[in-house]
């Protein structure tokens, strides 16, 4: 069963079902989300995100959708019938395409009598550069659309906590702990840095997934986290 105060969501950026399943079962009591990204959800697909969902963990739909409003509005009816508790879509994408994301995913909510996903934008990929200028234009247009928060790097999480206030969700990839090695992100934070800066989630992947001990390295970031209230 998911830790239901904890902020640390965990990317199960593996192969197969059952690698998923073992990292999750290893981590799932430190763990808010288990985000599934492009690589997984095209090798294990829906029945995956079932399955987690089931075993009583949150999911983070990793997609970042980009298309035209109708096409990524199909695609965020879809996630949210699959039963997704967040998912994501490039700022980038555009005002009219974040608006009919939201609205699609609300419909489809209501026409289930659930609560709908939070809806994500993704603004500068942490793997590239960008102006803090740059970012709060793009959290400023997803706002604007009605999407509930972005995803960000750690670095950019304070300006945005200022400028956008408290009711706007920021998720934080490009995590590093100190005793961990960078791998290709760039622009890394620690937990506390990023939890620090005003990040309401943080994103973790390979300090956990390679670890020798998985369970150990969630706890181990987990601590690092100062405690906090848990968004709603
Ligand atoms: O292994 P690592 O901790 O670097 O994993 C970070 C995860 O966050 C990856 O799944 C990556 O795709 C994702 N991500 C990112 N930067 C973004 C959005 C998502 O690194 N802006």
Redesign the pocket.
Known sequence: MAANNSRLIL?L?VPTRARAIELAGQTGEYVSHF?V?SRLFTSEGPSLVREIKDAGYGVFL?L?FHDIPNTVAEAATAATALGVDMFDVHASGGLDMMEAAVEASREEAERMGIAPPKILA??????RPSTVEEVLALAERARAAGVHGV???AWEAKAIRENMGTDFLIVT????PAWSAK???RRVATPEVAIANGADYI?????I?NAEDPTGAAKIIIDEMAPAEVPQ
């Open positions: 990317a950026d985000k990204g990793d970042k993704i603004t500068v990929l942490t793997s995803v960000s790097s990839p490009g995590i590093r791998n290709d992100q994103v973790v992947g390979r300090p997934r």
